[in-house]
């Protein structure tokens, strides 16, 4: 017979690959032979072992004071030293790497869903592109440190606050991305075959066109999981983002500020942690991006 | 004694915006689509048909395109102006369409079973077991061997004669009574052609379906349809029975495109060309809009659009110098 599989030829659509799931598998394994992903991946999970593990592995409460061992240097009962209260850097850096890697998680996945949602919806129906996008050119005039300043400055300095504000913040890039190929993808056949077969706008909508339009935004999530960290750091540093005593890798860096000249060890471990963080997601971000996309195959 | 005719399209205009105001894709489309018919309409890109099939069921983007005329009455209703609602219901179910490119018109992310429940389960209210079930009889319907392996699988691991045939499937899930066919060979290779075209025309049989089947080449028109509607420049110039228009084209557009068909006996390194190009929609002409490029033009035919006229029964032809009793034909 003439009809043989055409196998695994790229076909389709370029923005469509990324969900086809048959594929997946084909995409994990380029995934995972991609060197970047490969250190990014390890970075990542090592960082979230660590978080999740805390208690297992150090034992000791992150508040516990004992002003007896204060500003102690790195040594082998404090292998991260102590801070200003005695209190074990490395047990909170690990403490605040939970908070830290949580708040970032939540926003880029919220902002991820928020921002395919507006996207799809502007891309979908036309009446409500220009209203949706200005809002979101709007947000986007601010910088997003700014924005977010402003929003968690009004709802007050809690944890929720920093994730809502960094939500807002990241939103219209992500419905900007998401628009962008959704209007790619309403103009392909089978978005069209749908409406022949009856479908009505929101399943075509919710079935046709997301699933194919998510991809770029899936690379993007990781880079917002990025920038969240550096942020909430950056928010905690101002004061503004998750308060003392609930250890944040911004925080303790502004805690050990003022005693920056002695003790480098409190402000040093929690800056690698942030360090490390955003190169591994952005090395996650970029292999995902070069298997993702075919246009840039073969060139990470 | 004629029935009601399935579906009726009546004085059809469908304009366009563009940059410069409305332009005019088709004008004045009058044709009935009976009950079980097999219907070919044939014309160059740019004539008008897959837009006169779009409009049937009302698919062109809102806010672009308008009907500056004409009715399309299907079972009571006219579904140029049916509530969506209404045509929601009929798409898919009533009147169902495949298009040229079966490796862009299923979704990559779903799998053919998915794909071929979504009519069933839109129209039919099918529980997914039993639209699976139906799934595996409709691919066997369409001839896919192995249905019950392949119903599970991606559209990427089909080759393009099996999307087809997946894309046919999905069309006749609901029992359509009429099935409009956009170029569905234009993309495939001869053989798998030939294939899909005998396929198209079994189902027809089978499921008692009218068939309209737009394409550009006559020899899939004359192996396929019983009745012919010629196309040019947004118009109709010639309705007429397939082997009449194959024997006697009345219209000189219609004349050159059979001359312009490769035949086996002929010289076959001269291939015909109708001198010219299709006029662009805008393209103001007096008269027939074929005129500029007839051989046979005469001055009656720069005076007024011809007419579309009845010369004998089942045969219309837009012409004016040929439509006139006792005319040259």
């Known amino acids: 017979m003439t009809e043989l599989s055409v196998g695994a030829g790229p076909v389709g659509p370029i923005v469509s690959p990324v969900l086809a799931p048959r594929r997946r598998f084909m995409l994990l ?4 032979a991609h060197r970047s992903f490969q250190i990014g991946a390890i970075l990542v999970l090592a960082l979230t072992i660590a978080a999740v593990f805390a208690p297992l592995i150090t034992g000791i409460d992150p508040s516990a004071m004992k002003v007896r061992f204060r500003f102690r240097p790195p040594s082998e009962a404090f292998p991260f030293g102590t801070d200003n209260f005695g209190r074990d850097i490395l047990t909170r850096v690990l403490y605040g790497g939970r908070v830290s890697l949580w708040i ?44 977010a300043l402003g929003i968690t400055a009004a709802l007050g300095p809690r944890m929720e606050s920093v994730i809502i504000a960094l939500t807002v913040a990241y939103v219209p890039a992500g419905a900007r991305i998401v628009r962008a190929s959704a209007l790619v993808v309403r103009e392909l ?8 077969a009856g479908a009505s706008d929101v399943r075509i909508m919710f079935r046709h066109i997301l699933p194919n339009s998510v991809g770029p935004l899936l690379v993007h999530m990781t880079f917002v999981f990025a920038y969240s960290i550096l942020a909430e750091a950056a928010l905690s540093f101002l004061g503004v983002g998750v308060q003392p005593p609930t250890p944040s890798w911004g925080n303790i860096i502004a805690e050990g500020r003022d005693y920056a000249t002695e003790a480098w060890w409190v402000m040093l471990f929690p800056g690698l942690g942030i360090s490390i963080a955003a190169l591994g997601l952005n090395l996650l971000g970029d292999g995902l991006r070069d298997v993702l996309d075919p246009r840039l195959k073969g060139a990470g | 004694m004629t029935p009601a005719p399935l579906v009726s399209i009546d004085d059809l205009t469908v304009q366009f915006r563009t940059d410069r105001g409305w332009t005019t894709a088709v004008e004045g489309v009058s044709f009935d689509i009976g009950e079980g018919d097999c219907l070919g309409v044939v014309g160059e890109s740019g004539s008008g048909k897959s837009v006169t099939a779009l409009s049937m069921l009302r698919l062109h983007a809102r806010g672009t395109s308008r009907f500056a005329s004409g009715v399309v009455r299907y079972a009571g209703k006219d579904l140029l102006r049916a509530p969506e609602g209404d045509l929601r219901a009929i798409r898919g179910r009533d009147i169902a369409m495949v298009f040229q490119d079966p490796m862009s018109s299923l979704n990559p992310v779903l799998t053919i079973c998915d794909q071929i429940s979504e009519t069933l389960r839109l129209h039919q209210g099918m529980s997914r077991a039993a639209a699976r079930g139906r799934a595996i009889e409709l691919l066997d319907l369409v001839r896919i061997a192995d249905a019950a392996r392949r119903v599970d699988e991606y559209p990427h691991r089909l080759s393009g004669g099996m999307r087809q045939r997946v894309m046919i499937a999905i069309a006749i899930a609901c029992r359509p009574r009429l099935l409009i066919a956009d170029e569905p060979t234009t993309a495939l290779d001869v053989t798998i052609q030939a294939q899909i075209l005998e396929l198209l025309r079994d189902l027809r049989a089978e499921l008692g379906m009218a068939v309209m089947l737009i394409s550009h080449d006559l020899g899939v028109i004359a192996e396929f349809a019983k009745r012919v509607i010629v196309m040019y420049a947004g118009r109709v110039v010639e309705d007429a029975p397939v082997d009449v228009l194959f024997r006697r084209p009345v219209h000189p557009y219609t004349e050159g495109l059979m001359a312009s068909m490769p035949s086996l006996e002929g010289d076959a390194a001269k291939l015909y060309s109708i001198p010219g190009r299709i006029p662009d929609p805008d393209e103001a002409i007096a008269g027939c809009r074929f005129g500029p490029r007839c051989a046979h033009a005469e001055p009656i035919c720069r005076a007024a659009m011809p007419e579309l006229v009845a010369i004998e029964e089942n045969h219309r032809v837009r012409c004016a110098p040929r439509s006139r009793p006792g005319g040259a034909g």
């Open chain 1, 104 to 147: 970032g998680l939540v926003v880029a996945a919220l902002s991820g869903v928020c921002g395919a949602a507006i996207g799809v919806i502007a891309a979908q129906f036309r009446a409500l592109d220009a209203p949706l996008m200005r809002l979101m050119d709007a947000l986007m005039s601010f910088p997003a440190i700014l924005l």
């Open chain 1, 29 to 32: 394994r380029r995934l995972l």
């Open chain 1, 189 to 196: 056949d089978y978005v069209q075959a749908a409406r022949i």
